[in-house]
Nanobody, 119 residues
Framework: QVQLVESGGGLVEPGGSLRLSCVAS????????MGWFRQAPGKQRDLIAS???????NYAHSVEGRFTISRDNAKNTVSLQMNSLKPEDTAVYYC?????????????WGQGTQVTVSS
């Protein structure tokens, strides 16, 4: 049974920073690309950052240059450092393995962590 536990969300003013963390259990982490997804109210869940087992990251245009994804393979954790936050970053953030299924919003998900950017 795969378990994903996200944490680190909260309320922050525009221009502020947050660091999200995710602990993944089970086989999901081993040699698999991991990603952070987000879902804003009324919108679909989208992949915004991914990290290969090697540690190389890829980013959606909307967050490139502001967000940094990283992983610790020994601890089965993946993190997302978010800087220069904007109101449009407000969403529930989820981590998961990056697969065809998860990019189409299928599969098992954790509870997510709410990020609200507002003054």
């Amino acid at each position: 049974q795969v378990q994903l536990v996200e944490s680190g969300g909260g309320l922050v003013e525009p221009g502020g920073s947050l660091r999200l963390s995710c602990v993944a259990s089970g086989d999901i982490f081993n040699n698999h690309p991991m990603g952070w997804f987000r879902q804003a109210p009324g919108k679909q869940r989208d992949l915004i950052a991914s990290v290969a087992p090697s540690g190389v990251g890829n980013y959606a245009h909307s967050v490139e240059g502001r967000f940094t994804i990283s992983r610790d393979n020994a601890k089965n954790t993946v993190s997302l450092q978010m800087n220069s936050l904007k109101p449009e970053d407000t969403a529930v953030y989820y981590c998961n393995e990056v697969t065809v299924a998860t990019t189409l919003d299928f599969g098992s998900w954790g509870q997510g962590t709410q990020v609200t950017v507002s003054s």
